[in-house]
Structures are given as structure tokens and as C-alpha cells.
């Protein structure tokens, strides 16, 4: 699992080796007929001065690789990848994406489910999950009563003393969010833009955002460039690293600065650690309007049919964590 020495070498490149061979690699891709036709509108809205953060819809598994090409074809400029934690755990998955300088984000979901598997030798249900989370975020009080709710292997998982296992949890977790705001910064400092899909499931249709992208750029006074991608799911509809023929379109949007008019009331100036449950509890509504202002100018951004599925909602799978 993703551990704290893990993050602490994770490599950071001022010239990422792995991105600038790969761009080879989708150049030969991208030219080969029937080529890939990569477009780009609103070029000019992506700051010269300075490294942003970029939010992009996820349509497909890779819709990120034209857009970095294109950037380090057109400006000599890379962008870093949060990358779910759970796809380091394959061996050669691993060495592309550190190769690549991408960033592990470990989310409390993957430490809680890497845990429980670690110790009882199989993932969380989701009941389990559930449960486990809503002690951790104080949503369930620890007492005998609750417990004698719980799952034998939850109970298990939490003895001898839940408050004491919970309290590990929570200071692991905190640990490594601190070594991601490390890599993050470190990326900013080498002139590299950072990449989210604050969306994190992959979607043709929007879907409402999760607050990490508001914590981290509220932690470090980012700012976000929206950024609508459609196309990129037709040319890459099967589970391969191939695109086939096709169109893949950006359309870029205006910076929203931090201390714009639409992000700045909502501006957080006390320290804190993204993604921590103490943050969520000081400052969680204003992550969550950072976030709504975020996803309202990507969906502006895209042609009707990428646009919001107002029926579409997002359940908890804890397989998606490992």
C-alpha cells in the first residue's frame, strides 16, 4: 500500500523522463493513419507567469495524455497527475506513473480499505466501510451499544480499543496527506502545473465534484483553470493505452484566481490539512462552494451531452479503493 517512505521518494523530475518519452509515444499514435485530431480552444486562458491547477471533466481512462502532449508539444510545460493510490499497487503500473512524476493521492477510503484487508484478509463490504467511516468522521458514537452493530471482523479490526484504532487511522491518514502537500508543492516549485479530476469517477456525463482539488489549492493559494475534454472516450473506448481515430477537443476556461471575485469569499487563510476530517468539520461548506464553482465552469464549458446528468449519482464501492 501507499506508505509514507513511498511518497517520500516519490520522484518529481524538473523534465519528467517518463512524460517526455511517452509524448514520443503518442506522437507516433497521434500521426499514424487515420491520425488523432487534438484541438485546442482557449489556449491563450492558461497563465504563462505561473503554474495553475488544472480541473478536468474524466470521460475515459486517459483523457489526460492528449492534453499533456499537446502542452509539452505547444509550451515545453508539464502537467503532474493526482493518480488514485490504489493503481500503485501493480508493480509495472507503479514504475510508469512514478516515471511519469504523477502524485498517489491516498484517500481515507483507501487507507481504511487497505487496513481492513491488511488484517482481516479481505476489502471492507460496504456496510463495513460504512460503518468504520462514521466512527471515524464522528457521525456514530463509540460505545458498547454501537459496537454490537458492527461486523465480527469489524470488531476485530478495531480492537482492542476502537477510539485508540480510530485515532491511528486518523493520524496515518494525516501523515500522508501532508507528504501529497509536499509533492504537490514540490511539482509547483519545479514550474509544473498540477492536473485533477475533481469529478474521480470516469464519467462521459458530469458529475459533481469532490472537495480535494478546493482543499489543496485553498492550502497552497493555487489557482484553477477549468478545462471541458470531450472526444477523448470515443478514442479511447476500450481499456488499451491505443486511441483510435477521432477528434479530441479542450476547451480551456478563464482562470478562477484565489483571490477572484468568485473564489475569494470563500478564501481560507488558517492553516490546515487538506483532506483531514478536521478540516472538513472548520471549513467543509466552503470547500463545498469552491468545489460547486469549480464544476459549474467546467460544465460550461462542454457541449450538451458532456454536460450534468441531473440524475446521476454516486454511490460508495470500496473496490474502487483497492
Not at 27 to 40: A, E, G, I, S
Not at 149 to 169: I, N
Request: glycine share 4%.
Amino acid at each position: 500500500m501507499i506508505t509514507t517512505s513511498l511518497l517520500q521518494d516519490c520522484p518529481i523530475h524538473e523534465r519528467p523522463w517518463g512524460q517526455s518519452w511517452w509524448a514520443k509515444f503518442l506522437t507516433f499514435n497521434y500521426m499514424l493513419p487515420p491520425k488523432v485530431d487534438v484541438q485546442f480552444e482557449g489556449l491563450e486562458n492558461i497563465p504563462t507567469d505561473r503554474p495553475v491547477c488544472f480541473a478536468m471533466n474524466h470521460t475515459d481512462r486517459y483523457n489526460c495524455w492528449p492534453f499533456q502532449w499537446h502542452l509539452l508539444r505547444t509550451r515545453q510545460e508539464f502537467a503532474v497527475t493526482w493518480v488514485k493510490a490504489k493503481y500503485y499497487q501493480n508493480i509495472f503500473i507503479r514504475k510508469f506513473l512514478l516515471s511519469t512524476s504523477n502524485i498517489p493521492l491516498a484517500s481515507r477510503g483507501y487507507v481504511i480499505s487497505s487496513r481492513f484487508k491488511e488484517q482481516i484478509g479481505r476489502s471492507p463490504t460496504h456496510q463495513e466501510y460504512r460503518f468504520i467511516r462514521n466512527l471515524l468522521d464522528g457521525r456514530l458514537d463509540i460505545d458498547e451499544e454501537t459496537m454490537l452493530q458492527a461486523t465480527s471482523e469489524c470488531r476485530q479490526f478495531l480492537a482492542p480499543t476502537p477510539t485508540q484504532q480510530l485515532q491511528q487511522l486518523n493520524t496515518e491518514f494525516n501523515t500522508l496527506s501532508e507528504e501529497v502537500v509536499k509533492l504537490n508543492q514540490r511539482a509547483l516549485d519545479l514550474g509544473h502545473h498540477i492536473l485533477v479530476f475533481p469529478q474521480g469517477t470516469r464519467s462521459k456525463r458530469l458529475l459533481s465534484g469532490h472537495t480535494g482539488l478546493a482543499q489543496m489549492t485553498q492550502r497552497l493559494n493555487l489557482d484553477i483553470v477549468p478545462i471541458g475534454c470531450m472526444g477523448s472516450e470515443r478514442c479511447y473506448d476500450r481499456n488499451v493505452p491505443w486511441a483510435k481515430s477521432g477528434t479530441i477537443r479542450y476547451r480551456i476556461g478563464k482562470p478562477l484566481t484565489i483571490m477572484g471575485d468568485k473564489l475569494s469569499p470563500h478564501h481560507i487563510q488558517e492553516s490546515f490539512t487538506p483532506f483531514s476530517h478536521d478540516a472538513q468539520l472548520r471549513f467543509g461548506n466552503r470547500f463545498r462552494k469552491i468545489t460547486d464553482i469549480v464544476m459549474d465552469e467546467i460544465n460550461e464549458l462542454l457541449d450538451e451531452e458532456y454536460r450534468y446528468d441531473p440524475e446521476a449519482t454516486q454511490s460508495v464501492d470500496t473496490k474502487r479503493f483497492l
